[in-house]
């Protein structure tokens, strides 16, 4: 398995940004499809959004499309989540996964500790 932690969370108005980042441990990150997942207390976690091993295919959920980007740089084996445009429905606490099956929301077997997002209306 893949080390994953995740940063850049926090409290934003509704209307403004965040990026959180996911760096990982494994050298072969590169080799990963890495996504986004999130999840408020007594809800089950919802897929957001994955990307492929290059970033060149990338899949959103219709919740977040249009208003999320994901982006990574395997150089510094990192994985981005550019939010704009946020929600108070966006509140949750976000983590990134490693080995997501791309294009089908289903999460692989590497998680990040989460980090909490809050919108405020």
């Known amino acids: 398995q893949v080390q994953l932690v995740e940063s850049g969370g926090g409290l934003v108005q509704a209307g403004g940004s965040l990026r959180l980042s996911c760096t990982a441990s494994r050298r072969t990150f590169s080799t990963l499809v890495m996504g986004w997942f999130r999840q408020v207390p007594g809800k089950e976690r919802e897929f957001v959004a994955d990307?492929?091993?290059?970033?060149?295919?990338?899949t959103y959920a219709d919740s977040v499309k249009g208003r999320f980007t994901i982006s990574r740089d395997n150089a510094k084996n990192t994985m981005y989540l550019q939010m704009n445009s946020l929600k108070p429905e966006d509140t949750a606490v976000y983590y990134c996964n490693a080995g997501v099956k791309l294009g089908a929301g289903i999460p692989g077997p590497s998680w990040g500790q989460g980090t909490q997002v809050t919108v405020s209306a």
């Open positions: 990307t492929n091993w290059t970033g060149g295919t990338t």
